[in-house]
Structures are given as C-alpha cells and as structure tokens.
C-alpha cells in the first residue's frame, strides 16, 4: 500500500508520491545541516521554508521532528526546547520563551512523543510549559505562560512587568482551534478543549470543557477516569 490512500488511480498516487518526495527533501538537507549544532539531536530533523530557528544550543528532540514553513522558534531559554519523537510544529506556529533583545531569559518548552502543533499556534513559554504525549494543537492555539502586572493604578501597565507562571498538559489531549490556555493552568490527561475556548482554571482528567471562561461540559467516561 501506498503513503497515500483514497486516490482513484495508480496515475494520481504516483504524483501524491512524487509531490511528497519534492516537499520533504528539501526539509531534510536543511534539518542536516542545523543538526550538527542542537544541544541533542537523534533522528531525522526536518526544517521548512522561511523558518527563523534561533538559539540551536538550547533546542534538543529524541526522534523524528518536523518543523513546518515559517515557523519561528526562539531557542534560548533556562531549561530549553525539549521535543520528543514524531512530534510536528504547524506552519506560522511561534514559539517564544524569551526576548530577541535581552532580559530576563524565560524557562523553556518541553513537549511529548507524537504531539503536534497546527497551523498558527503560539507557544509563549517564558514561564515552564510541559505538554504530554499524543497532545493535538488545532490552528490558532494560544499557551500563554505569564501575565502582565497591573496592581498599581498609577503606574503604566507595561512598566510593572510581568508575572511567570507555568501550563502543564497531560497525555492524550485534544485543544481545538484558537482555543487560548492562561498562566497557571493545569490539563489533565484525556481532555478535550472547545474551539475557541478561554481557560483560566484547571480541567481534570477525562473532561470535555468549552466557553469563555471554560467550563467542563461533561466528562468522556462516567467515572471521570479517562484511563
């Protein structure tokens, strides 16, 4: 069988083929050439078109990664970028722990076997985020892992800084599309997150939350116990 199922004829599989072998070739040469300077790299590393990978030394993956077309990934970080195996990062995603312009160096990103990001993500981990194994990021998911300061009416917002958090999700989770995760909040594993939800507090495992604020819906199993 071939990489590609469902196509009526030999004649249009053998095209899907070939297109595939054009796309992914150019991505291994470049992924071969960035290799040699990731703090680890084990398996292929495959790099799209206009990406902006910074901060190699900090960045490390333990199996197949994919980096998808203009993708920007801000490597310098305390406990860095730590990727698993089979794990792909959408075209346009972001990931951003720290400032291109110096300051105070964010903590880092650590993601599991077989999770991916779609299309426009933002993954902004100047505070800790740790994703499981078998996580889903559909287009436009936000994480964002700090909040701006603005107790002191008179002061500007942007000069009281900012507070640093954490995001923690577990395995097996499904984030729909432009769905926005707030500092603080952990994901239980199992869960299923609303398209366009707003979390601001914890889910627990085997839930199915949505809204803004999310709430939990119901949960996939009867005892709640998604394993």
């Known amino acids: 069988m071939g990489r590609f199922s469902g196509l009526s004829s030999v004649r249009d599989a053998r095209a899907a083929e070939v297109g595939f072998v054009l796309r992914v070739v150019p991505m291994l040469l470049r992924g071969l050439v960035r290799k040699p300077f990731l703090r680890a790299s084990t398996g292929p590393l495959f790099i799209g078109r206009r990406t902006r990978v910074s901060g190699l030394r900090f960045l490390s993956h333990t199996g197949r990664l994919v980096i998808e077309d203009g993708v920007e990934l801000q490597g310098t970080s305390r406990d860095g970028l730590r990727f698993g195996s089979d794990v792909s990062i959408g075209?346009?995603?972001?990931?951003?722990?720290?400032?291109y312009y110096g300051g105070d160096v964010g903590e880092g990103l650590s993601v599991g076997d077989r999770s991916s990001f779609a299309t426009g993500c933002f993954i902004g981990c100047s505070g800790t985020?740790?994703?499981?194994?078998?996580?889903?990021?559909?287009?436009?998911?936000?994480?964002?892992?700090?909040?701006?300061?603005?107790?002191?009416?008179?002061?500007?917002?942007?000069?009281q800084g900012v507070e640093r958090s954490f995001i923690t999700i577990g395995d097996d989770v499904w984030i729909g599309a432009n769905a926005i995760i707030t500092a603080g909040v952990t994901i239980g594993s199992g869960v299923v997150i609303g398209a366009g939800s707003v979390v601001t507090k914890d889910v627990p495992d085997g839930a199915i939350a949505a809204g803004a604020p999310a709430r939990v819906i119901r949960m996939r199993t009867a005892a709640g116990d998604a394993r």
């Open 91 to 99: 075209a346009r995603t972001v990931v951003r722990p720290s400032s």
């Open 129 to 159: 985020i740790t994703i499981g194994a078998d996580v889903m990021c559909g287009p436009g998911v936000q994480l964002q892992s700090e909040n701006h300061r603005f107790d002191d009416s008179a002061a500007s917002i942007k000069s």
